[in-house]
């Protein structure tokens, strides 16, 4: 199994940019889907991004694409999430999650969660 700890949240002004970090400690993070969620203050928490274990395969939220870049680093443990032309919209509290399954944006597919980093755009 990984625990997921998110990291390089904070804030920062519309059309700003961020870069989120998600470690997983676990000897076969390789082999786990990893992806990126995100919860605003009332509202249900939403898929962002996600890739797939080999990288081949990555999906993004129509709201996010082209301004935000899922990455991935095996030998570091550690997948990012580069987000670009934030707008004040964005704020919430962003989830890292993983899964030793196939990618899916459906949040209960995921079984080991971060704590979640925030991150407040301001306008």
């Known amino acids: 199994q990984v625990q997921p700890v998110e990291s390089g949240g904070g804030l920062v002004q519309a059309g700003g940019s961020l870069r989120l970090s998600c470690a997983a400690s676990g000897r076969t993070f390789s082999r786990y889907t990893m992806a990126w969620f995100r919860q605003a203050p009332g509202k249900e928490r939403e898929f962002v991004a996600g890739?797939?274990?080999?990288?081949?395969?990555?999906h993004y939220a129509d709201s996010v694409k082209d301004r935000f870049t899922l990455s991935r680093d095996n030998a570091k443990n550690t997948v990012y999430l580069q987000m670009n032309s934030l707008k004040p919209e964005e704020t919430a509290n962003y989830y890292c999650?993983?899964?030793?399954?196939?990618?899916?944006?459906?949040?209960?597919?995921?079984?080991?969660w971060g704590q979640g980093t925030q991150v407040t755009v301001s306008s």
């Open positions: 999650a993983a899964d030793y399954s196939a990618l899916s944006i459906v949040e209960s597919q995921y079984d080991y």
């Open positions: 890739m797939f274990w080999s990288g081949g395969s990555t």
